[in-house]
């Protein structure tokens, strides 16, 4: 077995099977130091698996054999942290001497480290123990050492930790205005961090600030934003706190009923939690709502109650606090015996907690005389572990170079899968605008075969059948002359003459409609003037307006266009029930306008995305199939108006 494995087996064999709150180390971190072969990480291991454990006793014991461990092997990152961490654990058993001295050491060791956020987190705890001590000088001497160091790191977390730690000073000497400042330096920075929990604890300190000024309703707001902050980062004893907080602003304002509410909000959650001495505040603040009131039974009840678990868990300031209170209600209850009973034994108490002072100096003397001795012992063990620390640095050289050449593999691998997802990317938007342009192409063609075999048609049409038909109708007019028809037969004669007549001119209008003559030799603006002219009537007046340049543009543009207004113009005679129709057309030297407006009845316009009429979808192909705009208006009662623009 290794020396870790039997440092840990004596660890566990000073351990009880229950310790003090039945807590052990578990089989699964045991498992895991077994495998590690590095002592370094296995101190690691140790230091990173404290915070999970509850035990205050079993947490010292595991941290210092952390700390032997690390001096064992010079370790000095191992052993900064186990000392700092050590002295966490002894202020929050508020062991100050024994806490302070513990921090010092730690900052001593990491004097050789290069790790520089470490300092500034040891030099934080020792203003926090400091400022415990009401030591506030040498508090703010440390706290001020980290916020340049944090600074000039530009590290914005411990930043915020040593302004806020310097804001909370200055509430302890009185400097408001001092202390609001360096509250809202931090809280921007919390911000932007996204740190929920700081913001809440800015908010809270501002709004204790604007308490103690008296500024109760700005109070209020901040402790409500606090209250808000501490929800959202789930930190119940912020929560506590801050009812307690707002329940003392209300309480100020003279809104008991408002203010006992909060106070039972914090006295449940403090109870949840277990926190004794956060508990008797709960219960003497609410006998304070009562005391106002004037309601002396309950006050004298929670006042009782808050006494009783100051007395059980050894809290002067606490008990002081509850028997100030009960000597309040006793003197308005005119008892004055029973008050000036309780009047003694608060100033008793307040006496024990100022007498406190001068022994917590003497330990503090004797604590740092005793840590000397261990820094002299320490310093033994550093010399005999010389040889070790060449070792130690080929080794993390060694490791240090793999962990940057995996980066750069990393890196490199990254780079490329990036590269290869943009050229895809190009590939399927290249894809895309062919399959577009294919499109375009194959709509652009349908049109063309649609127009030439109408040309062909309506030329055929024209000089063929119509010509074959004036033959017919010149050879009957002949007949005419030379024949002698009875009377009878005379009127059959006229009526067919006169029917050939109407095949002739219906034969004109459907070839002139396939491909107007106007449009091939005169262009659009004559063609569309015709066919406006041709279906001028007295239900529907339509008026051709046309603007701007006459020269001839491209005959794919000019040939859309005209059978777009066609198609418009049919619409609107079929569907508008419109009486006045305008058709507008504006040229200019690099785009062409075509306007169809009626002032008919209207339709929602949502009925063209499930409407199976091929009218629209057809104007639409051939706007697309020449890069064109369409834009179609209607409105209920109030007309449809259509825009076609081609640009070159």
Known sequence: MNRFLLILTILLSLVPVTGFSGEQVPDSIIRKLDQMSDNKSKVDSLIEYMPKVKDSALTVRIFNKALQLSTSINYTQGMAESYDKLGVIKRNLSN??????????????????????????????????????????LA?????????????????????????????????????????????????????????????????????????????????????????????????????????????????KHEYERAVEYFNHALVINEQIGDKIYISVSYTNIGDAFLQEKNYAKAIDFFQKGLDIALK????????????????????????????????????????????????????????????????????????????????????????????????????????????????????????????????????SVLQGEEAERSRLAKDLHDGLGGLLSGIKLTLSNMKGNIVFPSESVELYNKALNMLDSSIQELRRVAHNMMPEALVKFGLKDALSDFCNSLHSKQININFQCYGDEKRVDPKIEISLYRIAQELINNAFKHSQATTLIVQLVQEENRINLTVQDNGKGFDTAILRTSKGAGIANIRSRVESLNGVFDFYSEQNKGTEVNVEFRW
């Open 313 to 444: 868990i050894g809290s002067k300031s606490q008990a002081q606090v509850a028997y100030e209170g009960l000597s309040k209600v006793y003197q308005n209850q005119k008892k004055y015996e029973t008050a000036l009973e309780c009047y003694k034994k608060s100033v008793a108490y307040a006496d024990s907690v100022l007498n406190e002072d001068n022994v917590r100096h003497v330990t503090l003397i004797y604590a740092l005389y005793n840590t000397e001795k261990q820094q002299n012992q320490i310093k033994i063990l550093e010399k005999e572990k010389v040889a070790s620390r060449l070792q130690m640095l080929i080794l993390t050289i060694l490791f240090t170079a793999i962990v940057v050449i995996a980066l750069f593999y990393y890196r490199n691998l990254r780079q490329k899968r990036k590269i290869t997802q943009q050229e895809l990317h190009l590939k399927e938007q290249k894809i895309r605008e062919l399959e577009k342009h294919h499109q375009l192409l194959a709509t652009q």
């Open 140 to 252: 703010l001497d440390f706290h001020m050492k980290a916020l340049k160091m944090a600074e000039e790191l530009n590290d914005v977390k411990n930043i915020c930790i040593s302004v806020n730690s310097i804001g909370n000073i200055y509430i302890s000497l009185n400097q408001l205005d001092d202390a609001l400042k360096c509250f809202k330096r931090s809280l921007p920075l919390e911000r932007n961090r996204g740190n929920a929990w700081g913001v809440a604890i800015n908010l809270q300190n501002i709004g204790y600030v604007y308490e103690a000024q008296n500024n109760l309703d700005s109070a209020l707001y901040y402790y409500k934003g606090s209250l808000n902050y501490d929800i959202q980062a789930n930190k119940i004893a912020g929560i506590a706190i801050c009812y307690n907080s707002i329940g003392e602003v209300y309480l100020k």
């Open 96 to 137: 100050y001497p024994e806490a302070l001295a513990l921090h010092k050491k730690a900052l001593e060791v990491a004097d050789n480290t290069s790790d520089k956020k470490l300092k500034i987190q040891i030099l934080n705890n020792i203003g926090v123990v400091y400022r415990r001590l009401d030591e506030n000088k």
